[in-house]
C-alpha cells in the first residue's frame, strides 16, 4: 500500500511513518514543517518520499492523492500558543486545508483517515467522555475556541463525504498524545516539563495545577491509528484514542522531577501571566475508550513513568549528537 501522511514530518506522523516503512508499505509525507522537521523522520529518509508544501496548495494535494491508496490527514496548525497567537493562519489551515484533502480524496474515492482531538468536548467537564458526548464550546471570538471549531467542522466534513457520497473516511480524536519528538514551546505541557527538569529549570504549573489530564504514548497512538486504518469497521466511524489514566498538573510536574531524577523546583504561573488575555482552559479531560477496545480490541499499554523516560531518553540523544 502507498500512504500519503499529510503532517508526516510532524510528531504523530513522523511515528506513523517508521510503523508503515517497518511493515513494508510506501510513504509520501506533504509538509510544510511549520511545526514538523525532517529530522523527525531522519530513521526512514530512504524509504519515504518527502514533499515539502502545503495542503491549501489544491493542485499539489489532488496530484498526491491520485498517487497514493489511502490517506493519512494530520497535518494541522496547533499547540495552544500558535493557535491563541495566529489564529487567522490557524483556522485557515484546519478548516479549508481540510476540505481541499477531503475534496482530492472523494476525486478519487481514496480510503481517509482524519486525525480528530478531545478540543472538540471544548468545555465539557464530563468523566469519561464518549464519542457521543456533546460539545460546550466559548465564545467565537476567543481565539482559544477557533481550533475546537474547526475540528469538529473537520468531522462534520468527513462524515458528510462518507454519508452523501459514500469516501471511505475514518476519524480518531486523539487526547493529549505524548512522547520522543513532541516538542514543547508550542504549549505542550509534558515535553516542557521534561526540558526544565533535565536542565535544572524551575518547572512552571500554569493555573492552580489542579487540572485533571491523561497521557497517551505516541506508541500507543500509532498503533491504533493501524488498526483503525485496516479496518473497515472503522468507516464512517469515529474513535477517542487516548490513555484513561488520571493526575493533575501539579502532580505531573512532581512525577517528571522524581522520575528524571531532577533537583529542579516547581513554581506557580497564572493563567493572566502564562497566556494572552481571557483564556480558558479545560479543568477535566478523560477519554472514555471502551468503543475503540470494543471495536478494534485496542488498548493503552505504556504507562507516564515509561513516557517520562522515552522523552528524556530522546532529549539527551540529540543533545549528544
Ligand atoms: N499530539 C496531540 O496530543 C494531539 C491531540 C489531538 C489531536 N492531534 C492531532 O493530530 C495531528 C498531528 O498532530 P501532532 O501532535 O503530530 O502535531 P505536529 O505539529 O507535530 O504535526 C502537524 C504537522 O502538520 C504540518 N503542517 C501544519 N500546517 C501545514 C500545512 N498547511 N501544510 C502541510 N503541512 C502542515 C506541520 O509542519 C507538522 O509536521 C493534528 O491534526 C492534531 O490536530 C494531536
Redesign the pocket.
Known amino acids: 500500500m502507498k500512504y500519503l501522511i499529510?503532517?508526516?514530518?510532524?510528531?504523530?506522523?513522523s511515528h506513523l511513518s517508521d510503523a508503515l516503512v517497518a511493515r513494508g508499505d510506501s510513504v509520501v509525507v506533504?509538509?510544510?514543517?511549520?511545526?514538523?522537521?525532517k529530522e523527525n523522520l531522519s530513521g526512514v529518509v530512504n524509504s519515504v518520499s518527502v514533499v515539502s508544501?502545503?495542503?491549501?496548495d489544491s493542485a499539489l494535494v489532488t496530484k498526491l492523492v491520485g498517487e497514493c491508496d489511502f490517506v493519512v490527514h494530520?497535518?494541522?496548525?496547533?499547540?495552544v500558543f500558535n493557535i491563541v497567537n495566529k489564529p487567522l493562519e490557524s483556522l485557515t489551515?484546519n478548516l479549508k486545508?481540510t476540505e481541499i484533502v477531503l475534496e482530492a480524496a472523494a476525486k478519487f474515492n481514496t480510503p481517509i483517515l482524519v486525525?480528530?482531538?478531545?478540543?472538540i468536548y471544548g468545555k465539557n467537564n464530563k468523566v469519561p467522555l464518549n464519542e457521543e458526548d456533546d460539545r460546550i464550546i466559548g465564545h467565537p471570538l476567543k481565539s482559544r475556541w477557533s481550533y475546537s471549531e474547526a475540528?469538529a467542522v473537520d468531522e462534520s466534513l468527513a462524515y458528510f463525504y462518507f454519508q452523501e457520497k459514500g469516501l471511505p473516511t475514518r476519524l480518531v480524536r486523539?487526547?493529549?498524545?505524548?512522547g520522543p519528538r513532541?516538542v514543547g514551546h508550542?504549549g505542550?505541557v509534558v515535553p516542557r516539563f521534561v526540558s526544565a527538569a533535565v536542565s535544572g529549570d524551575a518547572l512552571s504549573v500554569y493555573g492552580s495545577g489542579e487540572q485533571i489530564r491523561c497521557f497517551c504514548h505516541v506508541s500507543d497512538a500509532v498503533r491504533a491509528l493501524l488498526l483503525v486504518m485496516d479496518s473497515d469497521k472503522a468507516i464512517g466511524e469515529v474513535f477517542n484514542v487516548g490513555n484513561n489514566q488520571q493526575i493533575s498538573i501539579m502532580d505531573l510536574a512532581k512525577k517528571v522531577i522524581s522520575v528524571t531524577g531532577s533537583s529542579s523546583s516547581i513554581e506557580m504561573l497564572s493563567y493572566e501571566k502564562a497566556y494572552p488575555a481571557g483564556f480558558e482552559d479545560m479543568e477535566r479531560r478523560v477519554p472514555d475508550i471502551s468503543k475503540i477496545e470494543r471495536v478494534l480490541g485496542w488498548k493503552p499499554q505504556i504507562g507516564l513513568e515509561q513516557i517520562i523516560k522515552d522523552i528524556a531518553a530522546h532529549n539527551a540523544g540529540r543533545a549528544h549528537k
Open positions: 499529510t503532517g508526516g514530518a510532524g510528531f504523530i506522523g506533504l509538509d510544510n514543517f511549520t511545526t514538523g522537521n508544501g502545503d495542503i491549501l494530520l497535518a494541522a496548525a496547533l499547540g489551515t486545508g486525525a480528530s482531538t478531545s478540543e475540528k486523539f487526547f493529549n498524545t505524548v513532541q508550542y505542550m
